[in-house]
């Protein structure tokens, strides 16, 4: 029996169809909802007509209401513009004179803040491969031209399986500082406790003010509280000018140096005194996981950050963004096979092709061996690009000669990938395959060098 209706909530705003409050502030509320015409739930962000400027009936102080429309018009100019899987998308803007609101991507699950007790702590291999996910997407994001300046864990949206945080979305951007925007801005804004010096004195600023909000709230994650506390924010404003953060090994069992020495570098006074880029700071910290310096914990599998890397590496994917990557980690069937494994043989039919991101196979036709492929390269793409059935018919045994990790698509799944992405594999495929008719025509013209 459906539950009954809270009589509170309005029946729609806008277009969509409210389903319930999922939480409020002091100047707005979020709502789900569902966009009927799309077929999807999406979150509803509205500021309360308290926080409008006064007007047409309102009494909000006048500087309060400006703030707020201008937040609102911050975020509204981001529309359709940030498409990174770890960044929540802004899917619309309305500025209804009733209470603007912003429609976003809905991601169910909860906000960091839930981890940020001492008795709530995720392991340090978690708070590791999330500090990754999200450095990457805010590289992302400086590099359309945006700063977000309100990096906390209130800002960060965790989604849980199995008492994992399995991915991290960063979300409003409210107080995004846009640098190719000709328009007047709001300074000196974020929340205190992971706040730069540089921002709090309002001066300018670079990517490296987000990466101290970053490490501030890694810091929160491993030692369940802030590098800063005060009683007062004057005193909380004092130690972030002249104040060294404790150290995290004294705060938590387990922490190695490295962990604790890459935040504490994060949060250095001087900017110039932090990793100089975002991609720094990823490196740094996917490297603690990849040389074993942070245990693996109860992350046994692969994680998303080295797969990630590894696909970088590979000439293959030479020619993918980020966010391609990204979606290629995803979408892909992740394989490992042993020597002796027949990937595939000759006669059957293909629905699958291999990119090879470790290991060696070996490609034999009617019993001798005519080409050893490592990492990097691509088998049975013929399963994607031939027009019929016949041409998909495997012409050779391949074989794995070295222990082997494979990323494997079907047709079908690669149509399921975003056209960017398509296009981009597309491109790499005939790559491919001009190598190989140079090779085979260097074969035929200048047979002794080739052997």
Known sequence: MPSPRDDSLPERIGKYRVLRKLGEGATSEVFLARDDFRGQEVAIKRVRAHALPAGAGRSAAPSRGRGNSRFFAAEAALVGRLQHPNVVQILDAVPDAAGPFLVMEHVPGITLRRFCRADALLALEQVVEIGFKLAMALGYVYRQGLIHRDVKPANILAVVEREQVVDVKIT????????RSDHTQVFRVGSLAYMAPEQLDGADIDCRADIYGLAAVLYHLVAGRPPFDAATQQALMHQIYTVEPPSLQGLREGVPASLDALIRQALAKRPQDRPASWD??????????????????????????????????????????????????????????????????????????????????????????VATLGAGT??????YLAPNADLRRHSTDVTVTQPCTSISFTPQTLEALSPATRHLF??????VLVRRLHAAHEALAHPRRIL
């Open 426 to 431: 597309d491109g790499a495929f005939i790559r």
């Open 172 to 179: 409003d951007f409210g107080s995004v500082l846009n640098l």
């Open 378 to 383: 691509s088998v049975g793409e013929m399963a």
């Open 280 to 369: 720094a700071f990823a490196q740094g910290l996917s490297a603690l996981v990849a040389n074993r310096e942070v245990a693996r914990g109860r992350l046994q599998g692969v994680l998303d950050s080295e797969r990630f890397n590894l696909l970088r590496s590979l000439d293959f994917f030479s020619g993918f963004g980020d966010v391609e990557l990204w979606e290629v980690v995803h979408r892909a069937k992740w394989q490992r096979f042993k020597p002796g494994h027949a990937i595939y043989t000759r006669g059957e039919e293909g629905n699958d092709f291999h990119i090879l991101a470790q290991g060696e196979v070996e490609v034999v036709r009617d019993g001798k061996k």
